[in-house]
């Protein structure tokens, strides 16, 4: 297998995706529908936002399907369990806690949950922790997936708090693999999605006080307008590329390859292709 390498001493573009603690109010859709009045961190609700529209938007059909009792555990699990809290000097964030809905989910079906990764029993085993919103950490793993996205760079920083959930990457970095080949996906287009994948979690800038991405607003539609179009309809239900991503128009900074990864810049395993989707109740909504 070919790899692309990546140069010592050289470097890459990001763009500024907001301060590390920022917090902002979920939308009202989302806000109305959770009984939700605090602010929660922009870096985590601009990623689930378009997940969290599907579960507002398909209320109805899951109480239909699964019944009222499991349809309100999953908007009370998802609800508090993935939209912490923002303390009013935004540095930290707690999560809800629902001892009750997570004590009933073993009536509803194991699969009914699902984001980012995420069961509703790990949400559950998150319910009341606090993060720390100031500070960075490196992934002591080193790599997402070794054979697809290869090392990371070595001096690379992420969120502290989003560290125990970067093995979700490697964990489900093919789930797609087998739909994406059923469905001929060309190959171009699934390597798009293996670029955008993995780099597609925000990392800290040098000074440890900004976060960056290495997606676009513009990488990801292009990732999206390349797929057929019944993988087209399923993904624009999960993705907002204009919430989630920066403009590539928008600020950018430019640091050492060693402190950050690239869109265009990525070991990349030539052959092999895969990607990483957090869907929630998918199958029954699409």
Not at 78 to 88: A, D, E, K
Not at 106 to 111: G, N
Not at 218 to 234: E, G, H, R, V
């Amino acid at each position: 297998q070919s790899r692309a390498t990546i140069t010592a001493g050289g470097t890459i573009k990001a763009w500024v995706d907001g301060d590390l603690n920022s917090c902002i109010q979920p939308n009202s859709k989302i806000s109305t529908f959770c009984s939700i009045s605090y602010a929660t961190p922009a870096i985590i609700i601009k990623r689930v936002t378009k997940v969290l529209e599907v579960v507002v938007d398909g209320f109805s059909n899951i109480q239909s399907q699964f019944g009222t009792n499991c349809a309100n555990i999953v908007k009370e699990v998802v609800c508090h369990g993935i939209i912490p809290q923002c303390s009013s000097n935004r540095t930290i964030a707690t999560y809800g806690r629902f001892p009750t809905a997570c004590a009933g989910m073993s009536s509803c079906s194991s699969t009914l949950i699902n984001i980012n990764g995420q069961t509703g029993a790990q949400i559950c085993a998150g319910a009341g922790r606090s993060i720390d919103l100031t500070t960075c950490g490196k992934y002591s793993v080193g790599s997402f997936n070794s054979q697809l996205c290869g090392q990371l760079p070595a001096n690379i920083t992420f969120p502290s708090w989003m560290l125990p959930n970067l093995p979700g990457i490697s964990a489900t970095v093919g789930s797609l693999k087998v739909q994406l080949e059923r469905g001929r996906v060309s190959q171009d287009c699934v390597n798009k999605w293996v670029k955008m994948i993995c780099v597609n979690a925000p990392f800290c800038d040098a000074a440890r006080s900004k976060a960056l991405s290495a997606v676009t607003k513009q990488q990801c539609q292009a990732a999206i307008d390349c797929l057929p179009s019944n993988f087209k309809t399923a993904f624009n239900l999960v993705y907002d590329c204009a919430v989630t991503y920066p403009d590539q128009a928008s600020a950018s900074v430019t640091i050492s390859n060693d402190k950050g990864y690239s869109g265009n810049a990525i070991s990349l395993a030539m052959g092999s292709a895969a990607l990483y989707i957090g869907c929630l109740l998918f199958s029954i909504l699409s």
